[in-house]
């Protein structure tokens, strides 16, 4: 068993910049679960704090059912894997793997019986021998990741493991790792910048910006609900379209108006929110993902109320799909369509919008109004 609870913890770093704001997040036993966000947000500072290498300096930090802020990391059964794998470059990969056990000074069967049953998990069993120079990118991570799974701790923290690998290989060690946490069951935290590993990986996803927590939410929810504008460009790719535009409403209807030639009827429930809400004649901003856009004769049909009219100015094929990219009102958008899509570069297109996915962002509070 392992849950994690963080109340209202704080990170002030000693020159006074404030890291981490108000984290509050319980971590149910055996999820995985990511910190995501863009370079600086506070993601491993908040890692740092969970292992103890770093102080907590307000809040409190409950690991089961024990308040964990002033315990020794050592004591804190806890393993962290790096993303510089951290490696010790003079011991075999077998001895590395030994290590922590060495000094927990456990008996040598079971430091063997541990050390071999991690390498069969992890694919490791030929290469106890070697050295870390003479191992890939990949297998250096997957030892970093023996060195961890030996110790049998309660909680894994990965900071950005697969960094450090081609592109390729992190497509390959995510599936690994995502079978790594079916097979050991324990609870994984683990930091990553990529919306994509993210996604792919994790139970439930923290999104942080500036050191507070934007969105707690599963994969699926944080991409069809997203609560504010920050999440709804985050999580995606290609990125939502976001657009200005002004609430006309007429009676109970509502419609958006993102550019002259561009209004876009919205269905009932979401034209009453903006209208209950006192949007209408106010600029809002109009959130919809460049999947939810197509320009094949069925969808335009089944979508009139989201019909327009634009020119392609780019053109990408990218195999099983094509991105159109073209302007609204001086916004550059993007629609996701079929590749068999006869538009190209400079063609005037009709597309449509799947109106009943459109998001609507308040533009100064930039949260979500429908
Ligand atoms: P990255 O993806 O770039 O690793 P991150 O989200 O993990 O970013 P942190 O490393 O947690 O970000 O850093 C959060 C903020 O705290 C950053 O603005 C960073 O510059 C600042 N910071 C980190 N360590 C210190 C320190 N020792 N003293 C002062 N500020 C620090």
Redesign the pocket.
Known sequence: MASLSLKNVCKV???G?V?VKDFNLEIADKEFIIFV?P????????LRMIAGLEEISSGELWIDDKLVNDVEPKDRDIAMVFQNYALYPHMTVYDNMAFALKLRKTPKAEIDEAVRKAAKILDLEHLLDRKPKALSGGQRQRVAMGRAIVRSPKVFLMD?PLSNLDAKLRVQMRVEISKLHQSLETTIIY?T?DQTEAMTLGTRIVV?KD?VIQQVDTPQNLYNLPENLFVAGFIGSPQMNLIDAEVVANGSEASLKLAEDVVIKLPADKAKKLIDGGYAGKTVVAGIRPEDIKDDEEFIEAHADGKFQTVVKVYELLGAEVNLHYDINGQTCTAKVNPRTSARVKDTITLAMAVERIHVFDKETEQIIT
């Open positions: 770093y000693s020159n910049f890291a966000g370079s600086g947000c506070g993601k491993s500072t908040t950005e930091v910048h942080l050191g």
